[in-house]
């Protein structure tokens, strides 16, 4: 049992030391957010009487109103709404794109199918008379600029739809570089509003959507944004004009943000937004560790290690049901809370496929974390995301590593 634990410590340290100079690029990263971060929470004079809690109607909650302020600075953006009313990022995307369409308009989609959660969100504006239109990703997993051009002509869609992560699908999730190419597109050949979810890809770059041409995007906060402290709540970020089109339906029309109380403090909001751009990274850079240290093993993953993760997703591709079962399984294991739990397969709703979870979470389905989710279908992959501390995720790795292969 030694002999092989030391084999699996000295194949982490070859890993590490393969991907040294990809941690000093996410490391580059954390460090230019971070100051951005700091930037914003002193230029909108954040004090501590900005986290107390507000009740009924929340008239005058400065608490709320500021942090709109510091998210939109951080995003380069001109307005911004972010509550805890907001359940999840399907909630926040759904909020943005039904706040924006209306009967009659058309959105088209150019990167593909949605993930699973957000399709019957998207049938749903059907029945208020909102069409949709859908173009898939090339055989590479780029935009068809091509395609895209010709339906913006064809279809004059008042909304176009960007899908930053890949979801259930075995591609690369777009880069920053990818997002604004699209957006040069769309802008060339239409005055459609571009609209981004930018779920798992908050601080994985210098620059956010919003800054390269998106004019609405939308995530959660317990994901990369709210730093593995944010109990709840999402973000929509963008044009002034279009957020406050989206309060209205947050809220209802003529009363947008000026409403919206939260009886708990808003402390974990702000410490969380704080501290996103370390633990991002952190989650990066597991990312790229259990990549590296997967493929030792002659397993498929993606991205490429060779290069910064575009956001904190990692897919590990298993030869059968069993290895991706057990895989989770041992992420589960492998958690602070719930390592007792064995998670398995089972009926989520807004899923096709029974689902596997791993979420040994402070937060109860925090992606910020340490998890591991996946369909139960063909080909068997297993997708990985977060990491509070990078220490964490070295330690679960070689007890995973041990399970497994040892």
Not at 342 to 363: E, N, R
């Amino acid at each position: 049992m030694k002999n092989r634990t030391e084999n699996i410590e000295k194949l982490i340290e070859k890993c590490e030391k393969k991907c040294e100079n990809i941690f000093s690029k996410i490391d580059e990263i954390a460090l230019f957010n971070q100051e951005k971060v700091l930037n914003a929470f002193q230029e909108n004079r954040v004090a501590s009487r900005h986290f107390s809690p507000s009740t009924g109607y929340g008239y005058g909650d400065e608490g709320r109103d500021v942090l709109r302020k510091v998210f939109s600075n951080i995003f380069g953006a001109e307005d911004a709404l972010v509550s805890p009313l907001i359940t999840s990022g399907t909630h926040a995307i759904n909020l943005a794109v039904s706040g924006v369409l209306k009967s009659g308009d058309t959105f088209l989609l150019i990167t593909g199918k949605p993930y699973d959660t957000l399709v019957p969100s998207f049938e749903k504006l059907k029945e208020f008379g909102i069409k949709q239109e859908c173009i898939e990703l090339k055989d590479d997993g780029s935009i068809d600029g091509e395609n895209v051009k010709k339906s913006l002509l064809q279809n004059k869609p008042k909304l176009v739809f960007i899908q930053r992560s890949r979801g259930y699908t075995e591609r690369d999730s777009l880069s920053i570089d990818e997002i604004k190419d699209a957006c040069s597109i769309v802008k060339k050949n239409s005055s459609a509003i571009i609209f981004a979810d930018n779920c798992y890809g908050e601080f994985c770059d210098k620059v956010e959507p919003t800054e390269v041409g998106v004019d609405i995007a939308a995530g959660s906060l317990i994901k990369n944004a709210g730093g593995g402290i944010a109990p709840t709540g999402g973000y929509i970020v963008g044009k002034k004009e279009l957020i406050e089109q989206v309060a209205d339906r947050h809220i209802a029309s003529g009363i947008g943000m000026e409403v919206g109380s939260y009886n708990a403090p808003y402390l974990p909001f702000y410490q969380g937004l704080f501290l996103a751009p370390h633990s991002t990274a952190q989650a990066l850079k597991a990312s790229v560790l259990f990549g590296c240290a997967f493929e030792e093993f002659g397993q498929k993953t993606l991205p490429n290690i060779s290069k910064i993760p575009a956001d904190i997703i990692r897919s590990i591709r298993f030869n059968s049901a069993d290895e991706l079962i057990s895989f989770v399984q041992n992420i589960q294991k492998n958690s602070p809370i719930d390592a007792h739990v064995t998670p398995h397969p089972w009926d989520m709703p807004g899923y096709a496929h029974q689902v596997i979870m791993a979420a040994g979470t402070f937060i109860q389905g925090a992606t910020s974390e340490l998890s591991a989710d996946s369909p139960i279908k063909e080909p068997y992959i297993a997708y990985l995301q977060g990491a509070l501390t990078y220490e964490h995720a070295k330690i679960a790795l070689k007890n995973i590593l041990k399970n497994v292969y040892a």
